[in-house]
């Protein structure tokens, strides 16, 4: 499953026939070779499945009036504009009716009703388009995670009409129900959400700042719902049926006690999953409990490495997508960690020894996993999840018995609710205090996965049975992960930039330095570039500081992600950003024989995009970043640096907009490379048409690239003095990405840089 979720396109059926075919030779490795045929096919039928029924790219922005259900929990996100004025977005997958060979969609619904309930039927006019993210090295892949919820395509309502209850969903239903009675009491307060997260898995509710104190404190695991939570579900009904079943001596007599409470415990158990959303953690539990069960009750007991075994087949095969999931490989490690410790290697202990050992082993195999999903690993984890852990093996069952009586009776809930709210809300101010204390403890890094192995390897051997004198390898084991060197460049100046959408980030390197050119844009409770693309890209190159941040100018397309990159990153130095030293003409310094020059602004102009950097860079080739500067500041360019204009490589202005990139200016940089910093399909139109036949004008050298539709654009001459360029969407896309266009403008010839 894995090898074919690394492929750039999905296989062909004549190959799939031949793989089927050389499983019926008898040999040796047979069963192993069949197995592994058996995850391919079934993969590539699931994939082939999900890419048919995919809304196909000519198609984008189509209108069709649909009628069918929200399929999900809707999450809900209160916005503020420019003006200061509230703006609702509702997001939710929505399912046409059967009968309708259309995709699920991940819909989005601007200024929605105050209430949207999962499981209703609706009649929505849509806005269609094809699944379509920004594409970078080790950022968040929207396109992959579209296809792992099996979403096949993104839309916006134009118009809407309610159809009453959709059949089917209950599950669905029974937990809009939960949130419903919890959102009728408690309101928005935060106890609330934390009540929903910790009840039904509706973490939708949960601030990025309630999932900074979390990732911090090395605590996400708690608050959203794995098998942690359903084995103290589990735990908590068989105690219960264990001693409340023989107090009735006729039923004791027909069942004995401990049968009686194992299929209770399941039963619960399988209930809980379903009201959590039956996420791969918690369906690996779940298989796990039953397995257990099984075999207790056949006389046929399982070991631990094939009840794991059997649960990881279970979880896998009904849908090949959940083998990319971090939940799963989280959840599988950890309790397979938990088996290697537990298996008669250790003498008998009092608990807190018991638990201080479990909790370091666990802290230390994770740690990769935590490395290699989230580029960084918190230092804290390990004495904040000693006393986490049992407070929160406490408070889930406290807060599913208050649940209860909370559903049954309005009465009730206006009683436990507000007591579990406040109780939670307690708890997580003081996760919080400890994310204050120990936020410098965040190690932000993201290692070569060869590292990563090596690593994981010597948390066993630090753990290893006593008698084999294996710690002082795993030491070294651990050596890479805090030896990281920077990846090499690929000549004496680098650039980078980054798929931001509709935005800019240029990450410039030389020798030892790097300097951020904008930060690209964020939004409140959405997408943040500086998080989700920039401190990743960077983190994977191996560094962890910048040396200059360099900020054109306000606009939140640029400096939205700024706050982000300071989270994660060591900024040295900035220019340009509010508090630090501002842009001003004549500002140069020299880095590893390459030249840095700030050109513009030489004083204030009207429009703050005029206002913006210019920075001009000048190595083994020029490159000139000009932010948002409009036609105004290009004249005033002209005139004090036309000669200093002219380079290879240059980012058109304000996106190439039409408001820039002057027949003149064009002509005195004369470039060879253009980029626009624009998002694929942007609203704006972005390129012009004009400004690109502008460029175009240029001579059959210039070579033109979208950053929406290629990814992350890395620019470099290589050892022969040739200028390249390396699209990432040509070249490490996987299936579910869409293909790089070729677009006309990529290569026009033209005649003449003259206006």
Not at 49 to 55: A, N
Not at 339 to 364: D, G, H, K, M, P
Not at 370 to 398: D, E, K, Q, R
Request: charged content about 15%; proline content about 7%.
């Amino acid at each position: 499953m894995l090898a074919l979720h690394a492929l750039s396109a999905v296989p062909a059926l004549g190959l799939l026939l031949v793989l089927l075919l050389s499983v019926l030779p008898r040999w040796r490795g047979r069963a192993y070779w069949a197995a592994a045929v058996l995850g391919f096919v079934l993969s590539v039928w699931h994939a082939r499945q999900q890419l048919e029924l995919r809304w196909p790219e000519s198609r984008f922005n189509e209108e069709i009036t649909l009628r069918g259900a929200i399929a999900s929990l809707p999450e809900l996100a209160r916005l503020r504009d420019e003006k200061e004025q509230e703006q609702r977005i509702w997001r939710f997958r929505f399912e046409p009716e059967d009968g309708q060979a259309l995709p699920a969609m991940r819909v989005s619904w601007y200024g929605g009703p105050e209430a949207l309930q999962g499981g209703s039927c609706w009649q929505l006019k849509l806005r269609v388009r094809a699944p379509h993210g920004s594409l970078n090295p080790q950022g968040f892949d929207y396109e992959g995670w579209l296809y792992r919820q099996h979403l096949g395509a993104t839309a916006t309502v134009r118009e809407a009409q309610p159809c009453g209850a959709a059949s089917g969903h209950f599950a669905l239903k029974a937990r809009q129900a939960f949130l419903n009675r919890i959102a009728a009491v408690l309101g928005t307060r935060q106890g609330a959400n934390l009540l929903a997260a910790l009840s039904v898995g509706a973490t939708g509710g949960l601030r990025d700042a309630d999932w900074d104190v979390l990732r911090l404190t090395g605590t996400t695991h708690l608050m959203a719902i794995s098998g942690f939570n359903l084995a103290l579900v589990a735990g908590m009904a068989w105690w219960l049926l264990r001693w409340l079943w023989p107090l009735w001596p006729r039923a004791a007599q027909w069942q004995p006690a401990q049968r009686v409470a194992g299929v209770g415990a399941l039963l619960l158990a399988a209930l809980y999953a379903v009201l959590a959303g039956f996420e791969a953690p918690v369906a690996r539990a779940l298989f796990m409990l039953a397995l257990a069960l099984a075999a207790s009750g056949l006389d046929r007991p399982l070991t631990p490495s094939r009840l794991l075994a059997l649960a990881w087949i279970a979880v896998l095969l009904p849908d090949p997508c959940v083998v990319l999931l971090p939940g799963l490989w989280l959840s599988f490690a950890a309790v397979a960690a938990i088996f290697y410790l537990s298996s008669a290697r250790w003498r008998r202990e009092v608990n807190w020894r018991a638990a201080l050992r479990i909790q370091l082993f666990l802290t230390l195999a994770l740690a990769p996993l935590g490395l290699f999903y989230f580029h960084g690993f918190s230092l804290s984890a390990l004495p904040v999840n000693l006393l986490a852990v049992p407070v929160f093996a406490l408070l889930t069952p406290l807060v599913l018995l208050g649940m209860m009586p909370a559903m049954l009776s309005a009465a009730a809930a206006g009683f436990t609710l507000p007591a579990l709210a406040w109780l939670l809300e307690q708890v997580f101010a003081g996760l919080g205090w400890c994310a204050q204390q120990g936020g410098a403890l965040w190690w932000p890094a993201a290692p070569a996965f060869a590292a990563l192995l090596l690593a994981a390897l010597g948390a066993l051997l630090l753990f290893a049975p006593a008698r084999l004198p294996l710690q002082p390898l795993g030491l070294i084991c651990f050596a890479p992960l805090l030896l990281q060197t920077p990846q090499p460049l690929r000549g004496a100046l680098e650039l980078t930039v980054l798929d931001v959408g509709q935005g800019l980030s240029v990450l410039v390197r030389t020798a030892r330095h790097a300097l951020l050119f904008d930060a690209g844009p964020a939004y409140e409770e959405g997408f943040d570039a500086g998080a989700s693309v920039v401190a990743p890209y960077v983190l994977g190159l191996g560094l962890r500081e910048l040396d200059l941040l360099l900020l054109s100018h306000g606009d939140l397309d640029h400096a939205g992600g700024v706050p982000a990159v300071r989270r994660l990153l060591r900024v040295r130095h900035e220019l340009g950003t509010p508090g630090a030293l501002p842009c001003r003409d004549g500002q140069r310094w020299d880095w590893d024989g390459v030249h840095f020059e700030v050109l513009h602004p030489g004083g204030e102009n009207k429009k703050r995009n005029d206002n913006s950097c210019v920075l001009k860079i000048q190595g083994p080739f020029g490159a000139l970043l000009p932010g948002d500067i409009e036609k105004n500041a290009e004249r005033q360019l002209l005139l004090r640096h036309q000669d200093a204009l002219r380079s290879e490589v240059l980012l058109a202005p304000h996106h190439g907009s039409r408001s820039s990139s002057t027949p003149e200016f064009v002509a005195a940089v004369a470039p060879q490379v253009v980029v626009f910093p624009a998002g694929w399909h942007n609203r704006f139109a972005h390129p012009r048409p004009e400004v690109v036949q502008r460029y175009g004008a240029c001579g059959s050298k210039a070579s033109m690239w979208l950053s929406g539709e290629s990814g992350a654009l890395e620019i470099f001459q290589d050892e022969a003095g040739v200028l390249r360029q390396q699209p990432w969407r040509a070249s490490a896309r996987h299936f579910w990405n869409a293909r790089p266009q070729a677009q006309a403008y990529w290569r026009e010839p033209g005649a003449d840089c003259a206006p």
